[in-house]
């Protein structure tokens, strides 16, 4: 998601986030109010630790304690959700390149194959391939991207003798099925 430069915008979002997010996870957090504030912090956050202005970045301990105490009950939320949410914000940036300004690897049609319809037809769509990520445009003329795969933790394998193409996979499983080795890619508009 790409957020606006003004404060109060940005508050606005993470306003309309939090009430559907606190909808689609019941009890996962306590209030939608608790959802607000935790959400802003991680766009705070991730301004702070990857900012090259900011020489003093927050520490792990420094956000923990930034939010003690936030739910409506005034107790703090589970420890370990808020220990992943500063490691994925501190390991992974959010941001997707605006398309004027992205180092352009390589770019052309793919096809998208199907694999939940029986007989469905491939999707065509135009990728985009930076040095940060593989983007995908309905139409080449796009400005905005559909969705993205970021490459970080990524590799390319060939497809087997005879077929012609490439496979990308997670370097390590994803999630906690050691199994799990599907690209998860970031659907940005329908």
Request: aromatic fraction near 8%; charge should be positive; charged fraction near 30%.
């Amino acid at each position: 998601i790409k957020l606006p430069g003004e404060s109060q915008r940005i508050d606005r979002l993470v306003e309309c986030f939090a009430q559907r997010w606190h909808a689609a996870h019941p009890g996962a957090l306590d209030h939608p109010d608790t959802v607000h504030v935790i959400a802003y912090s991680l766009t705070m956050l991730n301004s702070d630790l990857h900012s090259a202005q900011n020489k003093k970045k927050m520490t792990r301990e420094e956000y923990l304690r930034q939010l003690r105490d936030v739910n409506q009950d005034k107790t703090s939320p589970d420890v370990t959700m808020l220990h992943e949410f500063y490691s994925r914000v501190a390991r992974l940036e959010w941001t997707v390149e605006e398309r004027a300004h992205m180092r352009v690897v390589r770019e052309g049609w793919v096809y998208k194959k199907s694999r939940s319809k029986v007989n469905a037809q491939d999707r065509r769509l135009y990728a985009v391939l930076s040095s940060r990520a593989l983007y995908f445009f309905a139409e080449a003329s796009d400005a905005e991207p559909a969705a993205y795969i970021r490459l970080q933790g990524m590799t390319v394998l060939p497809l087997p003798k005879g077929r012609v193409g490439f496979e990308m996979r997670p370097l390590l499983p994803i999630g906690k099925d050691e199994k799990d080795t599907e690209v998860r890619m970031v659907k940005l508009v329908d």
